[in-house]
């Protein structure tokens, strides 16, 4: 489904900052995945997300997905295809658009921007059906500035926008980081709900280790640029947080810095 084949990025190329952040990194996702991606800081988490998204052009390699080589593709064009989920839930929504503007917009992404017509009833329905799944009584405020929601709010809102049209990638990027612990746990049952009902092939960047070995069906580790450690089946389902970090070491020659990870 997803397939990155020895992708290579190097920043600040040639000068005392030159850093390689993807060595040669080759991951294949199947579909309907849900991948969870874990590493200390610096190990290029984000950066592969943004070469999948488009962000950056690589330096060498390639990205396909479907079979559909995107490696040389802008963001832009790769939209009808990702989905993405920020770690800022400032990001994902236009604050000064109300709830049901925002969602239009995810609606109708990847039909051009030609002239179209109001929010319909029709759409307006579709909108309030969906907003009630969430269980935030968000389907009674479609009228409302999206400024005015929590942080919890508009991060499932964002999530809901990021699936509204099925993307065939859907990448969080560490997208519960900056909630507190009690709306983090209910965005990720979200996340489950939305990825289980459409069938999501899911990559998910995480620094807290417990929902790194308990959500999805697959961890891999990076460090230094590099995929690690590919953990799944049997061997996921018996793995301890423990157990985990005594491979990182025995892998990767070094300690973990887990100064942002959540052990439990």
């Given at each position: 489904?997803?397939?990155?084949?020895?992708?290579?990025?190097?920043?600040?190329?040639?000068?005392?900052?030159?850093?390689?952040?993807?060595?040669?990194?080759?991951?294949?996702?199947?579909?309907?995945?849900?991948?969870?991606?874990?590493?200390?800081?610096?190990?290029?988490?984000?950066?592969?997300?943004?070469?999948?998204?488009?962000?950056?052009?690589?330096?060498?390699?390639?990205?396909?997905?479907?079979?559909?080589?995107?490696?040389?593709?802008p963001a832009h064009k790769r939209a009808d295809l990702i989905s993405r989920v920020f770690q800022d839930p400032l990001s994902g929504t236009a604050a000064s658009m109300t709830i049901e503007?925002?969602?239009?917009?995810?609606?109708?992404?990847?039909?051009?921007?030609?002239?179209?017509?109001?929010?319909?009833?029709?759409?307006?329905?579709?909108?309030?059906?969906?907003?009630?799944?969430?269980?935030?009584?968000?389907?009674?405020?479609?009228?409302?500035?999206?400024?005015?929601?929590?942080?919890?709010?508009?991060?499932?809102?964002?999530?809901?926008?990021?699936?509204?049209?099925?993307?065939?990638?859907?990448?969080?990027?560490?997208?519960?980081?900056?909630?507190?612990?009690?709306?983090?746990?209910?965005?990720?049952?979200?996340?489950?709900?939305?990825?289980?009902?459409?069938?999501?092939?899911?990559?998910?960047?995480?620094?807290?280790?417990?929902?790194?070995?308990?959500?999805?069906?697959?961890?891999?580790?990076?460090?230094?640029?590099?995929?690690?450690?590919?953990?799944?089946?049997?061997?996921?389902n018996n793995m301890t947080i423990s157990r985990l970090l005594e491979m990182f070491e025995k892998a990767s020659g070094s300690h973990m810095n887990t100064d942002r990870m959540i052990l439990?």
């Amino acid at each position: 489904m997803l397939n990155v084949h020895e992708v290579l990025k190097t920043f600040n190329r040639g000068t005392v900052n030159e850093k390689i952040a993807l060595n040669k990194v080759s991951l294949e996702l199947l579909p309907n995945d849900f991948v969870t991606v874990i590493g200390s800081n610096g190990a290029g988490k984000s950066t592969l997300l943004n070469a999948i998204a488009g962000n950056f052009m690589v330096d060498s390699g390639e990205i396909s997905i479907e079979g559909i080589p995107i490696t040389r593709l802008p963001a832009h064009k790769r939209a009808d295809l990702i989905s993405r989920v920020f770690q800022d839930p400032l990001s994902g929504t236009a604050a000064s658009m109300t709830i049901e503007e925002n969602l239009i917009m995810a609606f109708r992404r990847g039909k051009g921007r030609r002239l179209r017509r109001a929010i319909g009833p029709k759409e307006r329905d579709l909108f309030r059906i969906e907003l009630e799944k969430l269980g935030l009584g968000l389907e009674n405020r479609l009228t409302n500035k999206v400024s005015l929601l929590s942080g919890g709010q508009r991060q499932a809102l964002t999530l809901l926008m990021a699936t509204l049209q099925k993307p065939k990638l859907l990448l969080l990027d560490e997208h519960t980081a900056a909630l507190d612990p009690k709306t983090a746990e209910k965005v990720l049952e979200l996340t489950c709900g939305v990825t289980e009902q459409q069938q999501l092939t899911t990559l998910m960047i995480t620094h807290n280790l417990d929902h790194a070995l308990t959500f999805g069906n697959r961890t891999i580790m990076m460090h230094e640029g590099r995929v690690i450690l590919d953990i799944k089946g049997i061997e996921r389902n018996n793995m301890t947080i423990s157990r985990l970090l005594e491979m990182f070491e025995k892998a990767s020659g070094s300690h973990m810095n887990t100064d942002r990870m959540i052990l439990a």
